[in-house]
């Protein structure tokens, strides 16, 4: 199974301020990694596809990079309806498999 | 628009038996295949696996094999899963999911609850 780890656990940033969210795949994945944004009591619902793709309707202050086995998610701006957990999940190979989160609080 | 609907909440004894349904909208049924998540509380997403909506064959997650039954109502654009012998671990949402690659809508999730 592909471990994919993600950093950091949790995260509190400002208004404003840019975040970063990283995630590290155990092998090549070759860009079959998204990225999803939860919110307390939702479901998930897809920011980032590809590595780098923006979801229709997710806000162009979302971006994601990355090849290979590293990743990360860039959050600019950050903005209040901001707050949720975000994870990483890799699609080149099941079983499919998810980063552990990163929950993002505003300072 | 694309929807995923959930059945409701559900309370269980160790040892019963539940059945989720998640049925779908907005889209050709068939076209995606079906994929189930669970979340325990408080805690991160799990792969369940993933049904094949134009053939119907499941396929499960190494945890996930013996107790788990992923199933369809082709006709109805719903997909089920029924879980047997409950236990306590049990408890936790579980999420129905379509997707070819990424997974891009998902259900509202369902709160399996087991408990004596």
């Known amino acids: 199974d592909i471990r994919m780890t993600q950093s950091p656990a949790s995260l509190s940033a400002s208004l404003g301020e840019t975040v970063n969210i990283e995630c590290l795949a155990s092998?090549?994945?070759?860009?079959?990694l998204a990225w999803y944004q939860q919110k307390p009591g939702k479901s998930p619902q897809l920011l980032i596809y590809?590595?780098?793709s923006l979801q229709n309707g997710v806000p162009s202050r979302f971006s994601g990079s990355g090849s290979g086995t590293q990743y990360s998610l860039k959050i600019n701006s950050l903005q209040s309806e901001d707050v949720a957990t975000y994870f990483c999940?890799?699609?080149?190979?099941?079983?499919?498999?998810f980063g552990s989160g990163t929950k993002l609080e505003i300072k | 628009q694309i929807q995923l609907v959930q059945s409701g909440p559900e309370l269980k004894k160790p040892g019963e038996s539940v059945k989720i349904s998640c049925k779908a909208s907005?889209?050709?049924?068939?076209?995606?295949?079906m994929h189930w998540v669970k979340q325990a509380p408080g805690k991160g997403l799990k792969w369940m696996g993933w049904?094949?909506?134009?053939?119907?064959?499941?396929t499960y997650a190494d945890d996930f094999k013996g107790r788990f039954v992923f199933s369809l109502e082709a006709s109805a654009s719903t997909a089920n899963l029924q879980i047997s012998n409950l236990k306590n671990e049990d408890t936790a949402t579980y999420f129905c999911?379509?997707?070819?690659?990424?997974?891009?809508?998902w259900g509202q999730g369902v709160m399996v609850t087991v408990s004596s």
């Open positions: 999911a379509r997707g070819v690659g990424p997974v891009d809508y």
């Open positions: 907005g889209y050709t049924f068939t076209d995606y295949a």
């Open positions: 049904i094949n909506t134009y053939t119907g064959k499941p």
């Open positions: 092998e090549d994945i070759y860009s079959d």
């Open positions: 590809n590595a780098n």
């Open positions: 999940q890799q699609y080149n190979n099941y079983p499919l498999t």
